[in-house]
């Protein structure tokens, strides 16, 4: 049995930092691929030359947090812990093995006096991904879009029941101008202006973080939360992404996400069944982009015919029953639905209507969108053979990122209030992830 001499603990050697980190250290090879000189120029406007007192250095300042979420460490007092005692983190921030390291404090101070309401967060994450792109290692043609929701740093019980304005949907003028286009084609006089355009909905808004949203999945998880729209490439590079509040759907939250992407000129969006809309659908098949949804269940009651067992004319514009009866064009409503209705002496006389209608005045109301065409082109594109296989690889991709980020980079909850903040915990997790990828392969 061997027995270990602890004098050893105050022998003094002559070793350099650099000696006493491993060769293959991940620090290491994100160090020899990533420039991080830009961030002087990101930050220049945001300090003064001429007076007040020398600050930290802005790369070791935005290096703290990229060891916190790189490493998935809970907070920035124990990033700064691991920092004291880790070698490989002193010599990533350039510090010797005796220099005092910041305070805790020091990059929450700087980011509310200096940071925040600025977009350097996101711009950092931009500049990370343009030297992923110069690599030549990402590919926008192929966009894989979906959401993930954080759990925010809000108590569940301290909430207020306020009445809120509803968002306006941000394709409602397009979708106007195809209404009043529909209803003109069909003899029908515009609608009348709506009075009520404001609109109210009563939500819960948390004490703790109000920008935060009650999100709900299932009957049990019930959270304050945010969602993070994100979108990567075929080969799990993050491209872009956007931070909403945890009650806001992916479909209202895509627009946000899209405007961005666009730049990327991407030839195909692959998404799940919660973006499936017409008006997405619309905007994409508009803009020369093919949308691969999956299928998406019916949510028509048990025991009841199916929509897709009405169907439509094009010629006639008009829709048929199971039992062979015409469905005919009646309006065009606000919402943008065509409403097909049948006649109730049909009806009445009917073995099928039990399977039809429960309506008290026996009338079938069937709706199509002005821009279901678009949908139904979006179902064609689901069964061309080399397109369908596109959403089998979401599970290697975006959920594959959602995953390394919760698992991992501390994503699955922040400790963190407000959107500014979520912004820039987001932009610098995503990242990371880039940065880890890349010295992976280049490092």
């Given at each position: ?7 050893k603990r105050?022998q003094?050697?002559?070793v350099?930092i ?22 002087y ?10 007076n007040?007192?020398?600050g930290?250095d802005p790369?070791?300042?935005i290096?703290?947090?990229i060891?916190?979420?790189?490493f998935?460490i809970r907070s920035m ?8 005692v880790?070698?490989?983190y ?10 005092v390291?910041?305070h805790f404090?020091?990059f ?10 600025t977009?350097?967060?996101?711009q950092?994450?931009?500049?990370i ?14 966009l894989?879009v979906d959401?993930?929701?954080?759990k925010?740093?809000a108590?569940?019980?301290k909430?207020s029941?306020?009445?809120v304005?509803k968002?306006a ?6 979708l106007d101008?195809e ?18 355009a404001v609109?109210?909905k ?5 004490r703790?973080?109000?920008e935060?949203?009650?999100f ?15 979108a ?15 009650n806001?759907h992916?479909?209202?939250?895509f627009d946000?996400?899209y405007?961005?992407?666009k730049?990327k000129s991407p030839?195909?969006?692959v ?7 017409p008006a997405?659908?619309?905007?994409l ?10 299928y998406?269940r ?6 009841f015919?199916r929509k897709?067992?009405?169907?439509y ?8 029953c199971?039992?062979?009866k015409?469905l ?12 097909y209705?049948s ?6 006389t009917c073995p099928l209507?039990?399977?039809c ?6 009338q ?13 082109t979006?179902e064609?594109?689901r069964?061309t053979y ?8 979401r599970k ?7 995953g390394?980020a919760?698992?991992?980079?501390g994503?699955?909850?922040?400790n963190?209030?407000?959107?500014d903040k979520m912004?820039m915990?987001v ?8 940065m880890?990828k890349?010295?992976k392969?280049c490092?």
């Amino acid at each position: 049995m061997g027995k270990h001499d602890h004098s050893k603990r105050k022998q003094i050697q002559f070793v350099t930092i650099d000696e006493m980190v491993p060769k293959d250290h991940l620090l290491r090879k994100i160090d020899k691929v990533i420039d991080f000189d830009f961030i002087y120029e990101l930050v220049q406007p945001l300090y003064t030359l001429d007076n007040g007192r020398p600050g930290l250095d802005p790369v070791i300042l935005i290096k703290l947090p990229i060891i916190q979420y790189l490493f998935g460490i809970r907070s920035m007092r124990q990033t700064i812990k691991e920092i004291q005692v880790n070698m490989a983190y002193r010599w990533f921030l350039g510090l010797d093995m005796v220099e005092v390291v910041p305070h805790f404090t020091t990059f929450g101070k700087n980011f509310e006096r200096r940071f925040k309401g600025t977009d350097l967060f996101e711009q950092i994450f931009k500049q990370i991904l343009l030297q992923c792109v110069q690599a030549k290692l990402v590919d926008p043609s192929v966009l894989f879009v979906d959401g993930t929701h954080v759990k925010a740093d809000a108590n569940n019980h301290k909430f207020s029941d306020m009445m809120v304005n509803k968002e306006a949907v941000n394709y409602r003028r397009a979708l106007d101008q195809e209404i009043e286009k529909d209803r003109v084609a069909h003899g029908k006089g515009p609608l009348k202006a709506d009075q009520s355009a404001v609109k109210t909905k009563r939500q819960k808004v948390s004490r703790n973080d109000p920008e935060s949203g009650w999100f709900h999945k299932g009957e049990h998880k019930q959270v304050f939360a945010y969602n993070v729209q994100t979108a990567c490439d075929a080969h799990g590079w993050v491209i872009d992404y956007t931070i909403h509040p945890g009650n806001q759907h992916d479909s209202q939250a895509f627009d946000a996400l899209y405007q961005k992407l666009k730049s990327k000129s991407p030839r195909i969006v692959v998404a799940d069944a919660g973006y499936k809309t017409p008006a997405i659908a619309h905007e994409l098949i508009s803009d020369h982009v093919t949308p691969i949804f999956p299928y998406k269940r019916p949510m028509t009651k048990p025991g009841f015919f199916r929509k897709r067992e009405y169907v439509y004319d094009e010629y006639y514009d008009c829709y048929l029953c199971p039992n062979n009866k015409v469905l005919k064009y009646s309006t065009t409503n606000r919402d943008g639905y065509r409403e097909y209705k049948s006649n109730p002496q049909d009806c009445k006389t009917c073995p099928l209507i039990n399977q039809c209608t429960l309506s008290k005045n026996h009338q079938k109301v069937v709706t199509r969108h002005v821009w279901e065409d678009d949908l139904e082109t979006c179902e064609e594109i689901r069964h061309t053979y080399g397109l369908r296989e596109w959403y089998d690889v979401r599970k290697e991709t975006i959920e594959r990122v959602f995953g390394t980020a919760k698992e991992f980079h501390g994503l699955r909850y922040t400790n963190m209030r407000g959107k500014d903040k979520m912004a820039m915990k987001v932009g610098l997790t995503f990242a990371c992830l880039n940065m880890k990828k890349l010295a992976k392969i280049c490092g």
